[in-house]
């Protein structure tokens, strides 16, 4: 077959491999794992990993007991519309307020048997069938809170950790054992962001092409917060919405960010340069979405200071050229500027 | 022992690609249905909200055998119809519930639904509207931004007038 093609078709494939080649190159470069085995080797990553994961379960203590505070709310939403999820499907078996009673209890004491215990499986375990009950609990009222989804799936994570904490159980195996489930914990948070990126992506182009309002147009974020000021309980206040409802343009830029942002969140677990600045990133979306929308998921922001702010992968030497170079879209932009440059001085 | 054939490896790729795949079909095969729980697609603020907007919700026409001048659509009617700041608390708690009470109510109506129509008036005034009310199921058009800064609607197309049971 290819012996009978024209010269043009010739060179048409030619630039058909060449655009290929440069959507396949950063692709390649990032595939899971390449640059990730080889900061794995690095023992002051795992010494800061090590670090890091006792914080989840003491700070999970606290959430704990601030979640007996939300006690009223779970009791006035009464028996009449309560239906158990199945990691609490005792519940039938017992009345309301016990259900209620015994979850909140096993759940503080779990944390604190995590926060004592962390070390050994059996306590990350409690840890993580303390929380679940709580989630399920919480999401009995027929409607969903994804909140504390995170939690939940860190929590189940954090179990297969390898026992690598004593200065005897060290090997270079269990530390790339710990490295990579805590690294899976970096990129489950990462994926959910992505996720979220990618839905916008094919909304946004689906509206564009049907002519409706889009993520690209300028007044969308001001048609985002005030549909949602509109419904919210008057009590909630907007502290930025009606600055940008009043001014759409100021939030077109956050609105293309944000989708930037989530998007590009799973690509970040493959460049430990970006995980601080990224981290931010999302603290701050978290913050703004709160401001204005109202939307609050306050719950992720625990995750984002502990696995990315002060990454085990991150390279302290990695200068902000490198950082740069990492980005998204603009990296690969810049990575190709010099070497377009070259070809065409010779 | 190579890194990059390890089972632990294997096993964290294939919970991501579950976690994506599964959220990938909740995303398109279980809209409005029961979710599978604890996964999720994170489908959230995804579209950006029509210029004309078309919704199903109740305005409040009198209060305890009061009559308000201006009809109030219950998202706005806190001073009316909760004495307390708990029985509001617990009334907003409640807020996706009632929506989605109305969002089956108004179609009900409109198909003149009957045995429908009672179960959903029941759970809605059980639930939101315990002291004697009056009021209307209403299907309003709006400009969201001209809502939010002048409460103005294109049209309201009244579906039917109720007064509550007080259970």
């Not at chain 1, 390449?34 to 003491?58: C, D, G, H, L, W």
């Not at chain 2, 790729?13 to 990938?24: A, N, P, Q």
């Not at chain 2, 759970?123 to 309003?140: A, C, G, M, N, R």
């Not at chain 2, 609607?153 to 009244?158: A, E, L």
């Amino acid at each position: 077959m290819i012996k009978h093609i024209t010269q043009n078709q010739k060179n048409y494939l030619t630039r058909f491999e060449f655009i290929l080649q440069g959507i396949a190159r950063p692709i390649s470069k990032s595939f899971p794992f390449q640059n990730i085995s080889k900061i794995m080797r690095e023992n002051y990553a795992f010494e800061k990993a090590r670090t890091i994961v006792p914080f989840f379960y003491y700070f999970m203590v606290i959430v704990a007991l601030y979640r007996i505070l939300d006690l009223s709310n779970i009791v006035n939403e009464g028996q009449r519309i309560f239906a158990p999820r199945w990691p609490i499907f005792w519940a039938d078996y017992l009345h309301y307020l016990t259900v209620i009673d015994i979850v909140h209890v096993f759940f503080i004491l779990a944390t604190l048997t995590g926060a004592f215990f962390y070390r050994h499986r059996a306590g990350r375990f409690i840890v993580f069938l303390g929380i679940l009950e709580y989630h399920a609990l919480r999401n009995s009222f027929g409607v969903t809170y994804h909140n504390w989804d995170i939690w939940v799936w860190i929590a189940l994570l954090f179990i297969f950790l390898p026992d690598a904490w004593g200065s005897a159980h060290k090997s270079p195996r269990k530390r790339k054992r710990f490295l990579l489930v805590f690294w899976g914990a970096q990129a489950f948070v990462l994926l959910m962001y992505s996720m979220s990126g990618m839905w916008k992506i094919i909304a946004a182009a689906g509206q564009y092409l049907n002519g409706e309002a889009s993520a690209v147009s300028f007044d969308a974020f001001s048609l985002h917060i005030s549909t949602q000021l509109n419904i919210l309980p008057e009590t909630m206040t907007s502290m930025l919405g009606p600055l940008i409802i009043n001014y759409p343009l100021l939030g077109w830029l956050p609105l293309i960010a944000i989708i930037y942002l989530q998007s590009f969140s799973f690509f970040i677990a493959f460049r430990p340069s970006l995980h601080s600045i990224w981290a931010l990133g999302l603290i701050l979306f978290h913050v703004g979405a709160y401001l204005t929308i109202g939307a609050e998921f306050f719950q992720h922001i625990p995750f984002l200071l502990f696995l990315f702010l002060d990454s085990p992968f991150r390279d302290p030497r990695a200068s902000w050229r490198q950082t740069i170079a990492d980005l998204p879209i603009f990296g690969w932009i810049l990575g190709y500027l010099p070497k377009r440059n070259i070809t065409n001085a010779v | 022992m190579s890194l990059s054939h390890s089972l632990p490896k294997k096993l964290i790729v294939l919970f991501l690609v579950f976690y994506f795949v599964v959220g990938v079909y909740a995303h398109f095969y279980i809209i409005n249905q029961e979710e599978v729980y604890l996964l999720y697609s994170w489908d959230l603020y995804t579209k950006v909200p029509p210029r004309i907007q078309t919704e199903f919700t109740i305005l409040i026409h009198e209060f305890e055998g009061k009559r308000l001048e201006n009809p109030i659509i219950f998202e706005r009617a806190r001073g009316v119809l909760y004495s307390s700041l708990t029985e509001y608390r617990h009334s907003t708690y409640n807020k996706t519930n009632i929506q989605n009470i109305v969002r089956l109510l108004a179609p009900s109506i409109m198909h003149d639904k009957t045995k429908e129509i009672e179960r959903l008036r029941m759970e809605l005034e059980k639930t939101f509207l315990s002291h004697p009310v009056v009021y209307e199921v209403v299907e309003i058009t709006f400009n969201p931004i001209e809502r939010w800064k002048n409460g103005r609607f294109i049209n309201i197309n009244s579906l039917g007038i109720f007064t509550s049971q007080v259970f």
